[in-house]
């Protein structure tokens, strides 16, 4: 089918470089990422290890990858290797795990908590109190090989755009708290010389909601259906 070459270029538009546009790739043929990738594109979300293994395989090496699924402990080793940014963290023992592999493979990989903010059972995530006792969790400082670089959360899948956007600014509340660890009172047992909580990146939105997503303070957008059509 290939890709949206119109949406991409308004999306680019209207992103502006506030926000970076990461391209759901996931099920899409290596030809349509090509097809992107070749209008300058280089940042590329997928949701299953096996898939992602294999298209990073195949496709140019300066693709920024990001895993967007739910990520096993047991899947971690195979894209440790050369993933961005891991965006759905919701335990201490996968932040275990991925420290681990990173270290085996002499990096520091980038990844993102993911905060539960929806009111659908089947999503994945920290509740709030899970997100602090993780933050204050003192053996977090000894994981020299992953930095926490934000929080990720999705929305309820909903026409309700009041509820939609009442998640979006509970979790953009969530990550003023936590931004400055230097100072913010959420963070007095987090040690001052912490130097692998830095919290840049703030990825809400996708191809339904992204747009009330920007208006509350994403920094990144994950956007499938709108560039490559509905699966």
């Known amino acids: 089918m290939g890709i949206n070459k119109e949406k ?13 546009l990461v391209a759901v790739s996931k099920t899409k043929p290596v030809e349509d990422i090509l097809e992107l ?5 280089r940042d590329f979300g997928e949701n299953y290890v096996q898939e992602l293994t294999q298209k990073q395989e195949q496709l140019p090496k300066d693709i920024r990858w990001h895993f967007i699924g739910h990520l096993q402990s047991n899947k971690v080793k195979y ?3 050369f993933v961005h940014l891991i965006h759905g963290v919701d335990s201490n023992n996968l932040l275990k795990e991925i420290n681990k592999q990173a ?16 009111k659908e059972e089947t999503k994945f995530g920290l509740d709030e109190m899970e997100l602090h ?19 990720m959360g999705m929305a309820s899948f909903s026409d309700n755009t009041n509820l939609v956007r009442n998640e979006f600014r509970y979790l953009r509340s969530l ?14 047992g987090i040690k001052p010389q912490t130097t692998n909580l830095k919290l840049q990146t703030l990825s809400m939105g996708m191809s339904a909601d992204y ?10 957008v994950r956007i499938g259906s709108l560039l490559f059509g509905s699966r």
């Open 133 to 151: 006792e993780l933050l204050q969790v003192t053996a977090i400082n000894e994981l020299t090989n992953i930095l926490i670089n934000g929080f």
């Open 79 to 81: 894209i440790a290797p």
């Open 37 to 41: 990738y070749n209008l300058g594109h």
């Open 8 to 20: 991409y270029q308004e999306l680019i538009t209207e992103l502006n470089g506030k926000a970076t």
């Open 103 to 118: 270290a085996k493979n002499s990096r520091v990989i980038d990844c993102l908590l993911q905060v539960y903010i929806a």
């Open 175 to 188: 990550f003023d708290k936590y931004a400055e660890p230097q100072t913010s009172p959420a963070l007095v």
């Open 211 to 220: 747009k009330i997503a920007l208006e509350e303070g994403s920094n990144m």
